[in-house]
C-alpha cells in the first residue's frame, strides 16, 4: 500500500467472531459520546487476522422497534466510522496494535447523521489518545 488509507469498511475490518466479541464485553473499556457508547479492547496481533481495526456496530431493539430505523442509523454510523477512522488506523500501523471496537446506539430517537459524526469525531479521538 502506498501510505493511503483507503475509506472502505471491508469485511476484514468487520467484527464476527463470537470469541473476540465475548472478550470484548468482557474486558474491554468503555466511553460515550452521545448518542454512541464505544466499547474498546487493545488485543495481540496474534489474536486477529490482520492488525488494524475490527469494529462492528449495535443499534438496541428495545430503543429504536422499527427494524428500517436501526438499518437506517446502523448505516449512518458504520459512514461516520468508514470516513473518520484514517488517523486511528494510521496510528496503529505505526505500533503494529490492534484494536476491537463496538459502537452501541444509545438514543431512543432518530438522530441526524451530523449529530452521530459528532459522536464519532470524540469517540476516535479519544481512542487515539488512549490507545495509539
Known amino acids: 500500500m502506498d501510505g ?3 475509506q472502505t469498511f471491508p469485511k476484514n475490518e468487520r467484527l464476527c467472531r463470537k ?3 465475548d472478550l470484548l464485553f468482557s474486558e474491554g473499556l468503555s466511553f460515550v459520546a452521545f448518542p ?3 466499547i474498546y479492547l487493545p488485543i495481540d496481533e496474534k489474536e486477529m487476522e490482520t492488525a488494524g481495526l475490527s469494529a462492528f456496530v449495535s443499534v438496541p431493539k428495545k430503543k429504536i422497534k422499527h427494524a428500517v430505523d436501526r438499518n437506517l442509523l446502523r448505516r449512518r454510523i458504520r459512514e461516520s466510522l468508514r470516513l473518520r477512522k484514517g ?3 494510521r496510528s496503529l500501523n505505526e505500533k503494529e496494535g490492534s484494536l476491537l471496537l463496538a459502537f452501541i446506539y444509545l438514543d431512543r430517537t432518530i ?3 451530523s449529530v452521530i459524526d459528532g459522536g464519532m469525531e470524540k469517540l476516535l479521538r479519544f481512542i487515539e489518545e488512549k490507545v495509539a
Open 87 to 89: 488517523s486511528l488506523i
Open 4 to 6: 493511503k488509507i483507503r
Open 111 to 113: 438522530t441526524t447523521y
Open 19 to 21: 470469541r473476540l466479541i
Open 36 to 38: 454512541l457508547r464505544v
